[in-house]
């Protein structure tokens, strides 16, 4: 069972003597949120009748998004809150054990529990909030994509054999088995490519591959004689059909392929994918695709994840859809570049949207061309912004569920930020504050 009242944990003395800056961004937001519905929402993960008393669900948001707002690490978060009084303030940590308020594998747990369904019920609560308050305007829809990258190096065949030796010791030493291949040829050849200059390395493939097929062939019959749990002879069944399809990439590589649909670059970020991108540098990254909408004030109105390279024409349609479901209307101006550019488009656009602009002066009349112009050249600040300054230059969680929970923890504090830029600037207009409660 756990506790779903929201309270106060701090008295008006406490607030009085440690809180000393009202406009700090922190004090902002937390009035600003609606904590008591979120908290209502993610009762609904926990199971009433068993189990022990579970941490503070207020904490446990609060660090969620304070983490994601300062761009720290769960070890990190929970480090800082002992210190600094107004990250205690917004997540309503009392001095009261506050040494041994949480532990950090908590935090993991957590996101684990309400998964991607409980994150977007975090991100669409404060949005719905941001929104009904009339903060985030719908005149102009802003389409882009991008890369979302995995946290992965940049792979080689070779190194991706070596690792599959490296996920095969794994294996034999949990379930006290003696290796069956020679560890040590493996390990003698791999100090061998790496020494080698690069001329050199595309005869060390074949030499990887030769002991990788003997290897994976026993790796079979030692999963069918395994003494295990069913989950378990599943997990290892998993990771032998994914050494499979390395074997057979290898092969397509070694018969001289050059573009191998789906190829697989991490053993451990299996969704990511290498994604060629129009820029100078890098012309190619390794993650899964983010398809983005914004506003022109620079809200991140929508996002979706997705593995590989979908052409952005195809997802053109769905995405307005979702940008005109959430903002409860359809743009005037709708603003993307070329490669979203098709007749058919154009033409479903033109039924809900009165101005539509996919990367050409011509498309609208004179008189907003400017606007359009200006509009598309702020799309990439705001994705520069969103992929240097809010975290999406680099997904920490693995797999595409992962990355869909980093996106939407990451959009979360995206349009917070901005909703602060904006407030400190006195861009919001006095009816939205006084919606939200922050008129003085």
């Known amino acids: 069972m756990i506790k779903s009242t929201f309270?106060?944990?701090?008295?008006q003395e406490w607030i009085k003597k440690n809180?000393?800056?009202?406009?700090?961004?922190?004090?902002i937001v937390r009035q600003?949120?609606?904590?008591?519905?979120?908290?209502?929402?993610?009762?609904?993960?926990?199971?009433?009748?068993?189990?022990?008393?579970?941490?503070?669900?207020r904490v446990l948001i609060a660090l969620l998004l304070v983490s994601r707002l300062r761009q720290l690490s769960d070890e990190q978060v929970v480090a800082q809150v002992k210190e600094n009084r107004y990250m205690q303030y917004f997540c309503n940590v009392p001095d009261k054990g506050l040494q041994t308020f949480l532990d950090p594998s908590s935090l993991c747990?957590?996101?684990?529990?309400?998964?991607?369904?409980?994150?977007?019920?975090?991100?669409?609560?404060?949005?719905?909030?941001?929104?009904?308050?009339?903060?985030?305007?719908?005149?102009?829809?802003?389409?882009?994509?991008?890369?979302?990258?995995?946290?992965?190096?940049?792979?080689?065949?070779?190194?991706?054999?070596?690792?599959?030796?490296?996920?095969?010791?794994?294996?034999?030493?949990?379930?006290?088995?003696?290796?069956?291949?020679?560890?040590?040829?493996?390990?003698?050849?791999?100090?061998?490519?790496?020494?080698?200059?690069?001329?050199?390395?595309?005869?060390?493939?074949?030499?990887?591959?030769?002991?990788?097929?003997?290897?994976?062939?026993?790796f079979s019959h030692k999963i069918e004689a395994l003494d295990a749990s069913q989950q378990e002879k599943q997990n290892a069944q998993n990771l032998a059909d994914l050494l499979a399809l390395l074997q057979t990439q290898t092969l397509e590589k070694l018969a001289g392929e050059t573009h191998i649909k789906d190829r697989i670059v991490s053993l451990d970020e299996v969704d990511a994918r290498p994604i060629k991108k129009g820029k100078s540098y890098p012309t190619c990254e390794f993650g899964t695709t983010l398809q983005m909408s914004f506003n022109r004030q620079g809200f991140m109105i929508t996002t979706e994840n997705f593995i590989g390279a979908p052409n952005d024409k195809t997802l053109y349609p769905t995405t307005l859809e979702r940008f005109i479901q959430r903002m409860k209307d359809a743009p005037n101006t709708m603003v993307t570049d070329l490669g979203f550019r098709s007749a058919k488009n154009l033409k479903l656009t033109i039924k809900a949207v009165n101005n539509v602009f996919m990367g050409k002066s011509d498309d609208v009349i004179q008189e907003i061309q400017d606007f359009c112009r200006s509009a598309r050249s702020a799309t990439e600040g705001f994705i520069a912004v969103a992929k240097n300054l809010r975290g999406f230059g680099c997904s920490l969680y693995t797999g595409l569920q992962g990355d869909r929970i980093w996106t939407l923890l990451c959009?979360?504090?995206?349009?917070?930020?901005?909703?602060?830029?904006?407030?400190?600037?006195?861009?919001?207009?006095?009816?939205?504050?006084?919606?939200?409660?922050?008129?003085?």
Do not use: M
């Open 32 to 57: 600003v949120i609606s904590w008591s519905k979120i908290i209502k929402k993610l009762v609904a993960f926990y199971d009433p009748e068993n189990g022990c008393y579970g941490k503070s669900l």
């Open 19 to 27: 809180i000393t800056n009202p406009t700090q961004e922190l004090v």
């Open 411 to 440: 959009q979360t504090a995206y349009n917070l930020k901005k909703f602060i830029q904006l407030y400190q600037n006195d861009d919001i207009q006095e009816h939205s504050l006084s919606k939200l409660g922050l008129l003085a």
């Open 109 to 218: 747990r957590f996101r684990k529990r309400i998964g991607e369904q409980g994150c977007a019920i975090i991100e669409e609560e404060i949005f719905a909030i941001l929104h009904r308050s009339g903060s985030i305007q719908g005149d102009t829809c802003l389409i882009d994509s991008s890369v979302l990258p995995n946290n992965i190096i940049y792979p080689t065949d070779v190194q991706l054999i070596f690792k599959a030796f490296g996920k095969l010791v794994i294996f034999a030493k949990t379930y006290d088995l003696p290796l069956w291949w020679d560890q040590d040829e493996v390990k003698k050849r791999w100090r061998a490519f790496r020494l080698s200059k690069k001329g050199e390395r595309a005869a060390y493939l074949s030499q990887f591959h030769l002991l990788l097929i003997p290897a994976l062939k026993a």
């Open 7 to 11: 309270e106060e944990a701090h008295e």
